[in-house]
């Protein structure tokens, strides 16, 4: 079939054909816009799940739902070298041009810029081409206040413009623990006060521990919607749609197949698709297909991006690495990893604790730890130096 006409998109934030089996989750993020534009309680919400099921694709479809609502937006990846006040000061100052775009000047619109200034002088934040030398005396030097200063300020200028202000935050989980408590609570403030400010997070599964660990009343500021793989007929909608627009079709067996192979993980499910358009020689795309490209999607993946997520390990952590492996896919106990590598848990720990910061693991519930990215325990057993038995559980 002609390769130019390859309709799967696997990639990192990039959209898909047909962004399937996330309907409810949509909806429940419009209803939330719609609800903070229009001056109703709306909750912010941290989309939590493993590496590849989409969650960039949906912050970016939320973005867009609010741009499309009316609401002033601002979408921003963590880097983890940098503190949030100079990651979120750009941003915001590029909300408050908006806002003044709408109306002009007034008190509330100097206020917010006042606030903005001295907030990004107070943490060093370049905000435009200007570098703010002086520091005004409203911003405290504390982030926790003065972001929440600055959120008010932002909030209330929006809210006198009849629209609303959507944060969308990317790999939210790397944002630092002091950083995280300061967000959330000038989000509680925010909360409070009723006003037009909603956030929507991704990130990966241990966020709600940090967030928890942070403030414990995020657990009720925040709705936290699993992002996991899709259920059976989301899947087959994400590989038969496409192709379906091409008039090429799948053999239910096929599509089954693929199903399992992938386990739905979004990702999977469009590198199998590209590989089994890049096997079949014509409509439909049987069984046959999609076991040969199966392979060759497998062959893809540890050549591209487990060798490259491997190659990023130091030793100790690949040992670490491997050990967790022959538990199998789920979450296992950092005592029985210890264990099988023949050391103490307070030597393992520090190892462990690098994998996480890495972003390779996470650490679902106290004393369990589990590979970020789905098959990638597979990947390190099919490795000539991964040991080939496995370990029972104790
Ligand atoms: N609902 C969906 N249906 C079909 N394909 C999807 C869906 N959501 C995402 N994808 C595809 O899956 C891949 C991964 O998506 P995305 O980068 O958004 O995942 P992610 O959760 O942000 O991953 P990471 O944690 O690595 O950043 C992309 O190729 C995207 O097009
Ligand atoms: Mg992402």
Same mark, same amino acid.
């Given at each position: 079939?002609?390769?130019?006409?390859?309709?799967?998109?696997?990639?990192? &934030?990039?959209?898909?054909?047909?962004?399937?089996?996330? !309907?409810?989750?949509?909806?429940?993020? =419009?209803?939330?816009?719609?609800?903070?534009?229009?001056? =109703?309680?709306?909750?912010?919400?941290?989309?939590?799940?493993?590496?590849?099921?989409?969650?960039?694709?949906?912050?970016?479809? #939320?973005?867009?739902?609010?741009?499309?609502?009316?609401?002033?937006?601002?979408?921003?990846?963590?880097?983890?070298?940098?503190?949030?006040?100079?990651?979120?000061?750009?941003?915001?100052?590029?909300?408050?041009?908006?806002?003044?775009?709408?109306?002009?000047? @007034?008190?509330?619109?100097?206020?917010? *810029? @006042?606030?903005? =200034?001295? #907030?990004?002088?107070? *943490?060093?934040?370049?905000?435009?081409?200007?570098?703010?030398?002086?520091?005004?005396?409203?911003?405290? &030097?504390?982030?926790?206040?003065?972001?929440?200063?600055?959120?008010?300020?932002?909030?209330?200028?929006?809210? +006198?413009?009849?629209?609303?202000?959507?944060?969308?935050?990317?790999?939210?989980?790397?944002?630092?623990? &002091?950083?995280?408590?300061?967000?959330?609570?000038?989000?509680?403030?925010? /909360?409070?006060?009723?006003?037009?400010?909603?956030?929507?997070?991704?990130?990966?599964?241990?966020?709600?521990?940090?967030?928890?660990?942070?403030?414990?009343?995020?657990?009720?500021? #925040?709705?936290?919607?699993?992002?996991?793989?899709?259920?059976?007929? @989301?899947? =087959?909608?994400?590989?038969?749609?496409?192709?379906?627009?091409?008039?090429?079709?799948?053999?239910?067996?096929?599509?089954?197949?693929?199903?399992?192979?992938?386990?739905?993980?979004?990702?999977?499910?469009?590198?199998?698709?590209?590989?089994?358009?890049?096997?079949?020689?014509?409509?439909?795309?049987?069984?046959?297909?999609?076991?040969?490209?199966?392979?060759?999607?497998?062959?893809?993946? !540890?050549?591209?991006?487990?060798?490259?997520?491997?190659?990023?390990?130091?030793?100790?952590?690949?040992?670490?690495?491997?050990?967790?492996?022959?538990?199998?896919?789920?979450?296992?106990?950092?005592?029985?990893?210890?264990?099988?590598?023949?050391? /103490?848990?307070?030597?393992?720990?520090?190892?462990? !604790?690098?994998?996480?910061?890495?972003?390779?693991?996470?650490?679902?519930?106290?004393?369990?730890?589990?590979?970020?990215?789905? +098959?990638?325990?597979?990947?390190?057993?099919?490795?000539?130096?991964? +040991?080939?038995?496995?370990?029972? +559980?104790?």
């Amino acid at each position: 079939m002609k390769a130019t006409l390859n309709p799967y998109n696997p990639g990192a &934030g990039v959209p898909p054909p047909e962004l399937a089996g996330r !309907d409810d989750l949509i909806e429940s993020a =419009r209803v939330a816009v719609v609800r903070a534009k229009t001056g =109703r309680p709306a909750k912010s919400a941290l989309m939590l799940g493993l590496r590849g099921v989409g969650k960039t694709v949906l912050l970016n479809h #939320f973005e867009a739902i609010a741009e499309t609502e009316g609401c002033q937006t601002a979408l921003l990846e963590i880097d983890p070298d940098k503190p949030l006040a100079q990651q979120l000061a750009p941003q915001l100052q590029h909300i408050l041009h908006r806002l003044d775009r709408i109306k002009k000047a @007034g008190a509330d619109m100097q206020k917010a *810029f @006042g606030s903005l =200034r001295a #907030f990004a002088a107070m *943490f060093k934040a370049t905000v435009g081409d200007v570098d703010f030398g002086f520091v005004a005396p409203a911003a405290t &030097g504390d982030l926790a206040i003065d972001l929440t200063d600055l959120f008010v300020a932002i909030a209330e200028a929006a809210k +006198k413009r009849d629209t609303a202000i959507v944060l969308l935050i990317d790999e939210i989980q790397y944002v630092q623990k &002091g950083d995280l408590s300061a967000l959330i609570m000038a989000l509680h403030k925010i /909360s409070q006060r009723q006003l037009p400010l909603l956030l929507f997070g991704a990130g990966l599964p241990q966020l709600a521990k940090l967030a928890g660990d942070a403030k414990s009343y995020a657990e009720r500021l #925040f709705d936290y919607p699993p992002i996991g793989p899709l259920s059976a007929e @989301g899947a =087959r909608q994400a590989l038969a749609e496409p192709a379906a627009r091409e008039g090429v079709k799948y053999s239910k067996e096929a599509i089954d197949y693929i199903i399992d192979q992938t386990g739905g993980y979004p990702f999977f499910l469009q590198v199998w698709g590209a590989h089994c358009w890049e096997t079949a020689a014509k409509s439909p795309i049987t069984l046959t297909d999609a076991k040969q490209a199966s392979i060759a999607a497998v062959e893809a993946l !540890d050549e591209g991006i487990f060798k490259v997520r491997l190659a990023r390990l130091t030793e100790r952590q690949k040992a670490y690495a491997r050990a967790m492996a022959e538990f199998g896919p789920e979450p296992v106990n950092s005592s029985d990893v210890a264990n099988a590598m023949n050391l /103490s848990l307070s030597q393992a720990a520090p190892i462990r !604790d690098e994998l996480i910061k890495k972003g390779m693991a996470y650490s679902p519930e106290r004393g369990l730890i589990g590979f970020t990215v789905p +098959k990638f325990d597979e990947y390190l057993r099919r490795q000539p130096s991964g +040991k080939s038995k496995r370990p029972t +559980k104790s």
